[in-house]
């Protein structure tokens, strides 16, 4: 389609324009990064309310519930991933546009992540400081849930992707992306309850970085597949 | 060679081609899971530490090897249908996810009822192959999920064969990585050097059932395959012709 010498702008140009224009409309409606964080916050609370205020528990599950808390935060922000350029028709300008779609999809992952993964990581200390999780192992405990969160945005637009048409879209994408995030959610809690034990935690940060590679060159082009699919 | 994939993919070839195989793989299942239950339910010695309560393995080790195979047939075809566009191969993705969603389910429900006398629990978070199946079971149905929810037949195929390649990718993952949490599970016994650690009176029967149950599970794909086809292609001609014969004369 494109004329043989006319220049269009280059990828990096590509995938900076659409990282720019989801943060612009992030910053025009910030309720969708506040909400995110809110459910984390809210989660993280609800569950000192529901087994006790005994330090000793919460120093055990601490961990698990904090990144139960993120994984469940991601998935709430991932439907509305392609929601609106669905409705509004950018998606198909997206789709047709002469960038690389898988480019354009891994743009979609980077502000997502940025606007939901981001703010996660920065607040998690201070719910952990409430579950009296030792202070050397909050370092851990963000490194852990930025590759975590990384990994999360990638794989989580397969299944944004995926299920952008249809109706009944909300719940199957809990149904089609927790499975598979689940070795995220193992390493990295695990690591974190490593961490506060006083243990090893280079495996378990190796892993996660790992899978976040893995996620980084694959997902971008099952994601690009997919959107095709959904959208023909 | 070329000839014969191309004659298989056509879903007419197929179509009679499957029912002639069916009746096959159906004695045989039946004949070698009849020797298995007989063999390894009487026969076998029980186990000096486990007892009589070994002889489940008959079933479960069957049940857990088709749930895998079932997952790879149906991530193998679902990459064939999605490159090389062979609606055929689409058709056996959809037949082989209900089968291995249920083998998957046989394998939990008979782990889970070893597990009662052995371990004195009915389900134990800290056994990564127990755990792992349960993961295998969701990815199961979130594909099933996936292609209900999606009205158009080619874009339901498609989109969940998308689906389970990322989910074939992620399967070694998910084992090593609940593996790596814990383990509590009986090491392999079949699959290992130095050949099978079992009994022979206990292990010819076991593989007597893993091979009838493979082929049950063979029987029974081809024949979800071949009403599938025949759902899909109902409107082509020669699915008329052959309901209604007289009226296909016409």
């Not at chain 1, 939901?116 to 607040?123: K, N, Q, T, W």
């Not at chain 2, 130095?194 to 029974?220: D, R, V």
């Amino acid at each position: 389609m494109a004329v043989e010498d006319s220049k269009g702008p280059s990828l990096m140009q590509g995938l900076q324009a659409i990282v720019r224009r989801d943060l612009l409309l992030a910053w025009k409606r910030p309720g969708d990064i506040l909400n995110p964080l809110f459910f984390f916050a809210m989660v993280a609370t609800l569950f000192p309310l529901a087994v006790g205020p005994s330090p000793e528990q919460l120093a055990v599950s601490g961990p698990g519930v904090l990144w139960v808390a993120a994984l469940l935060a991601a998935l709430l922000s991932l439907n509305s991933l392609y929601l609106s350029d669905y409705d509004d028709g950018s998606l198909d300008q997206i789709i047709t546009s002469p960038q690389p779609l898988p480019l354009l999809a891994l743009g979609k992952s980077i502000s997502h992540w940025l606007l939901s993964g981001l703010p996660l990581v920065i607040v998690s200390p201070l719910l952990a400081m409430t579950f009296r999780m030792p202070t050397d192992t909050l370092g851990v405990l963000m490194v852990t849930l930025m590759l975590g969160t990384i990994s999360l945005s990638l794989l989580g637009s397969i299944g944004a992707a995926l299920t952008v048409g249809l109706n009944r879209g909300n719940a199957l994408l809990s149904l089609l992306i927790l499975p598979l995030a689940m070795p995220v959610l193992i390493f990295g809690a695990r690591t974190v309850s490593l961490a506060a034990a006083d243990d090893a935690v280079a495996a378990g940060i190796y892993f996660l970085a790992a899978y976040c590679m893995l996620a980084l060159s694959f997902a971008p082009f099952a994601t690009a597949a997919a959107l095709k699919i959904s959208n023909e | 060679m070329w000839k014969f994939v191309h004659q298989l993919a056509s879903p007419p070839h197929f179509y009679e081609l499957a029912a002639k195989f069916i009746p096959w793989f159906a004695v045989f299942a039946l004949a070698l899971i009849a020797y298995g239950t007989v063999a390894g339910l009487f026969l076998a010695p029980a186990d000096y530490q486990q007892g009589d309560a070994f002889r489940i393995i008959y079933v479960h080790v069957p049940a857990a090897y088709l749930s895998m195979l079932a997952y790879s047939i149906m991530a193998i075809s679902a990459g064939v249908g999605l490159i090389w566009r062979m609606k055929l191969a689409h058709a056996v993705a959809a037949g082989a996810a209900p089968l291995g969603a249920w083998f998957t389910f046989l394998a939990l429900a008979t782990g889970s009822i070893w597990g009662r006398p052995m371990w004195g629990t009915w389900w134990e978070w800290g056994d990564p192959r127990l755990t792992s199946e349960l993961i295998m079971l969701f990815l199961y149905f979130g594909y099933m999920a996936l292609r209900a929810a999606i009205d158009d037949t080619t874009k339901a195929d498609r989109a969940s064969a998308v689906l389970a390649l990322v989910g074939a990718v992620n399967i070694p993952i998910i084992h090593f990585s609940v593996e790596w949490w814990s383990s509590l599970h009986q090491g392999p016994t079949l699959v290992r050097e130095g050949g099978p650690a079992i009994e022979p009176a206990m292990l010819y029967p076991l593989l007597a059932m893993i091979l009838g149950f493979s082929l049950l599970f063979g029987a029974m794909l081809l024949a979800r395959v071949r009403t599938e086809v025949l759902h899909r292609e109902r409107r082509a001609r020669w699915v008329r012709n052959l309901l209604m014969p007289s009226e296909g004369s016409l």
